[in-house]
């Protein structure tokens, strides 16, 4: 499959854009304004923009915790996302959910939230609400290398497969579940797909860090999708840069090395692309997402706080 | 005389309307569609609408809950079965985590309309692991509506209430008040979702029964008459939210109040309910408000242990007399059956 310079760029672009984002939580966050957790995706962002880019606006996405560059990759507003995390009524769920739940119906971002695993089974129902609906929606679900150690996923891989639902399973392996590496959580013999081949189902491996493979394999995911064959799990081994959860790197606490860092930092999905794209436009372009940046935080900021009264509002529908 | 029909055909009359009623219903659950049909309450369903609608489930009761709260959010109306409570408790992250929660935490972005029918069993052996009350549980959690209706009637109009209803509804249906037939309209209906109700007036004390136990809870007021004691029985049928109106109405005309409950007594419903009667009617109560329940360990399995487990009716009628400041005098009558079925129909295997 070829792609074409303006998809480039259009890649890049939104790549940019996250990181942007998050490096600009990360600028803030000591001002302890945000007060929430903030797990961000720096280092991440080519898996969830090579997937979200094969979707349609009417497909729908669920994620977990670390959900900043779904959300924004899927076209989730940005104002709504910031203000949220700073707990504000004009969040996109009015302060009640924070970073860790973020969501916006037109853009079809769904829903995260921060139990692993436990969107999977509910991106999987929204797959059968699709079927039986027939609306040729497909939905993906992301979720990481600890959350193939739930069993709710496998019970979810199961369903999926039994009832041919249309949902991709974008899996980010990012190698560590907080402090945990994977190696003592699941043996070196057995690959994250090569667990779910067991259920059945098309499995297919994307270098996470290149964001031309993740959209090319997305792209023929969501052919299969449609067509009714029956839900895809796609690996993307991919790196995060920052500490699990918070603003700062961590690599000196002694979880995983200075060296692992580097080696992945020379992959940065989003200097593995910049040499494609011309430089003016790369100037003209942060300058115009700084500035997109700049409105977000201050429209954060200067919006009201939601009242007290909103706390006990929305239990019951 | 009107038409009667069972608890259990009045659960799948309820489940035939809203299929019929809305596109959107859906039913699965572990042996929906068996020659079974989960005890009766569901016989026939797949039949009439076809294998994409009523369908069997992978027992994988967690993942399904989330299924079932994905379809929801995103337009459809799944009804969930559990033949026991206690199998429902491996989907309690997704009932607690996520379903109760889903409409609060995105601000109200979206709805979650699910009904989740768990069955309480009781009896025939069932032990510690097939006959759970965990209804104090739900009740526990904001976002979860919790119901159990004791009648045909109710069984009826609270399961079509509670499928149209925009929230999680927990519905526990206690096995022994699925063959008990009560006159049950042809026609939908509904039945509040909120209230409580009184089965049967009376002036001197208040007997609040839960599920099965409002049944032990109007024996015990027959036996009652006997002694010249006139008891108001309500049953509960409504977990979460307490209707405290019409217990507070009752109470406070009554003064004394007996709570029986079909779980445990510690941190059970019974607890909340008589907080909430003495935190209002502290000056007006004639007596404590007195708690039966289940004693503080498991349930047995063999009937020699298990006969005295749950409260019945010359007990709570014993309670009732002390409580009016009588001589607890009443003896239970020789019994012809065993107290491990609720008459002789029925002959387990569960």
Redesign the interface.
């Known amino acids: 499959m070829m792609i074409d310079q303006t998809k480039i760029f259009e890649l890049w672009r939104c790549m940019l854009r996250i990181r942007m984002v998050e490096e600009a939580i990360a600028e803030h966050y000591p001002e302890q304004e945000m007060r929430c957790p903030v797990h961000l995706s720096i280092g991440q962002e080519a898996a969830a923009v090579g997937v979200c880019a094969a979707l349609q606006r009417k497909d729908?996405v669920?994620s977990g915790h670390r959900s900043h560059a779904h959300y924004l990759a899927k076209g989730g507003d940005l104002k709504c996302m910031v203000a949220e995390i700073y707990g504000k009524s004009t969040?996109?769920?009015?302060?009640?959910?924070g970073s860790m739940?973020l969501?916006d119906?037109a853009a079809g971002f769904?829903?995260a939230?921060p139990?692993v695993g436990?969107?999977?089974?509910?991106?999987?129902?929204?797959?059968?609400?699709?079927q039986?609906?027939e609306e040729g929606r497909v939905v993906v679900i992301f979720l990481g290398d600890g959350a193939m150690e739930a069993?709710?996923v496998h019970?979810?891989l199961?369903?999926a497969v039994?009832k041919k639902l249309p949902v991709l399973f974008a899996c980010e392996n990012n190698l560590y579940s907080v402090y945990s590496p994977l190696k003592v959580r699941q043996p070196p013999q057995r690959s994250l797909s090569q667990l779910a081949t067991g259920h059945g189902i098309q499995t297919m491996l994307a270098d996470g860090n290149d964001v031309c493979a993740v959209f090319e394999a997305s792209s023929k995911a969501c052919k299969f999708l449609k067509e009714g064959d029956g839900p895809v799990f796609l690996e993307m081994p991919t790196y995060r840069w920052r500490e699990h959860c918070g603003p700062n790197y961590d690599n000196d606490i002694g979880y995983r090395t200075e060296e692992e860092f580097e080696s992945w930092q020379l992959n940065d999905p989003l200097e593995r692309l910049t040499s494609y794209v011309e430089s003016k436009k790369i100037n003209s372009l942060t300058k115009k997402i700084r500035q997109e940046i700049q409105e977000a935080f201050a429209f954060a900021k200067s919006s009201p706080f939601p009242d007290g009264q909103a706390a006990s509002?929305?239990?019951?529908? | 005389m009107k038409r009667q029909i069972s608890f259990a055909e009045a659960l799948c009359e309820a489940q035939a309307y809203c299929l019929e009623a809305n596109p959107n219903v859906?039913v699965m659950g572990l042996g929906v569609p068996d020659p079974k049909g989960i005890f009766g309450s569901t016989l026939g369903l797949q039949e009439r609408f076809g294998e994409?609608?009523v369908f069997d489930?992978?027992l994988?009761e967690?993942?399904?809950?989330?299924?079932?709260?994905?379809?929801?959010?995103?337009?459809?109306r799944p009804i969930l079965t559990h033949q026991r409570v206690d199998f429902a408790l491996v989907s309690i992250?997704?009932i607690v985590?996520?379903a109760a929660k889903?409409?609060?935490?995105?601000?109200?972005?979206?709805?979650?309309?699910i009904v989740i029918r768990m069955i309480v069993g009781r009896g025939w052996g069932q032990g510690p692991q097939h006959s759970q009350s965990l209804h104090a549980w739900f009740a526990h959690i904001?976002?979860l509506?919790v119901i159990m209706p004791t009648t045909a009637r109710d069984a009826k109009g609270m399961l079509i209430a509670a499928v149209e209803d925009?929230?999680p509804v927990i519905c526990l249906e206690h096995r022994w008040l699925y063959g008990l037939k009560d006159e049950v309209p042809e026609e939908d209906y509904r039945v509040s979702l909120e209230q409580s109700r009184v089965m049967q007036p009376g002036t001197d004390i208040t007997l609040i029964g839960v599920s099965y136990m409002a049944l032990e809870c109007l024996r015990a007021a027959e036996l009652l008459k006997e002694y010249r004691v006139s008891a108001e029985v309500i049953d509960l049928r409504v977990i979460r939210p307490i209707d405290k109106n019409t217990l507070l109405n009752s109470v406070q005309k009554t003064g004394r109040v007996l709570i029986v409950d079909h779980g445990h007594v510690m941190a059970g419903i019974s607890a909340e309910i008589s907080a909430v009667l003495t935190e209002s009617l502290f000056q007006s109560l004639k007596s404590p408000p007195i708690r039966l329940g289940l004693p503080d360990y498991p349930t047995p399995t063999s009937p020699a242990m298990s006969d005295h487990y749950y409260p019945e009716s010359h007990q709570i009628g014993n309670r009732a007399l002390e409580l009016c400041g009588r001589k607890p005098e009443m003896l239970p009558v020789i019994q012809n059956r065993r107290l491990d079925q609720p008459d002789s129909s029925f002959e387990g295997p569960f």
């Open positions: 729908w669920f969040g996109c769920c009015g302060g009640k959910g739940h969501t119906q769904i829903g939230t139990i436990s969107t999977v089974p509910i991106a999987v129902g929204a797959a059968l609400t699709s039986l609906r069993g709710v019970e979810s199961n369903f039994l509002e929305d239990v019951y529908a | 859906y994409k609608r489930i992978p994988s967690n993942a399904i809950t989330g299924v079932a709260l994905g379809s929801a959010i995103t337009g459809m992250e997704q985590n996520q889903w409409h609060y935490m995105f601000g109200g972005k979206m709805q979650a309309p904001p976002g509506r925009n929230n």
